[in-house]
Each structure stands twice: as structure tokens, then as C-alpha cells.
């Protein structure tokens, strides 16, 4: 069986991007990224997790100890499904 084509080396133009394709590759595609998270110390129950330029925040409700000004690491889980 061939490798896995690497999904960050594929086309970015319209018509050439794999997605743009009727099957994807039949060995498939990889992709590997690199995140980090931290707890944010002093802040109750707040993290932070960063890839590349991007940056997320998340926290808890009250009940346990976050102040609820982000979203849960849960609710970012299921919002990932919709995705």
C-alpha cells in the first residue's frame, strides 16, 4: 500500500485542491499539527490553547470555579463535531 499523501504539500488552487476532487487519494492524507494549551495561573479555571497564529480561550461555569467568560473546553469538543 502507498503512503498517505501529505495534506500540508496538496495544491491550494481551486480545481487542483483535493477537495475539488471526486475521490479522495485512495492511500488517503495526513496532517500533522502542533497545539499547546496552559492554564492561565491566577484566573480560576481559564485556559489558553494556541496553533500556530491562532489563539483560543476557554473556562468554566461558576459552579466550578471558572467565571464563565469563555466557552468550556466541551462546548469548543461539540463545536468541533459541527465543523
Given at each position: 500500500m502507498?503512503?498517505?499523501?501529505?495534506?500540508?504539500?496538496?495544491s491550494t488552487?481551486?480545481?487542483?485542491?483535493v477537495?475539488?476532487?471526486p475521490e479522495l487519494p485512495p492511500q488517503g492524507l495526513f496532517t500533522?499539527?502542533?497545539?499547546?494549551t496552559e492554564v492561565i495561573m491566577g484566573t480560576g479555571?481559564?485556559?489558553r490553547g494556541t496553533f500556530g497564529k491562532f489563539?483560543?480561550?476557554?473556562?468554566?461555569?461558576?459552579?466550578i470555579g471558572g467565571t464563565d467568560k469563555h466557552p468550556t473546553p466541551m462546548t469548543?469538543?461539540?463545536m468541533a463535531t459541527g465543523f
Open positions: 502507498e503512503k498517505p499523501i501529505d495534506g500540508h504539500a496538496t488552487v481551486p480545481g487542483e485542491r477537495i475539488d476532487k500533522d499539527n502542533t497545539v499547546y479555571q481559564m485556559k489563539e483560543v480561550l476557554s473556562d468554566e461555569g461558576e459552579r469548543y469538543m461539540a
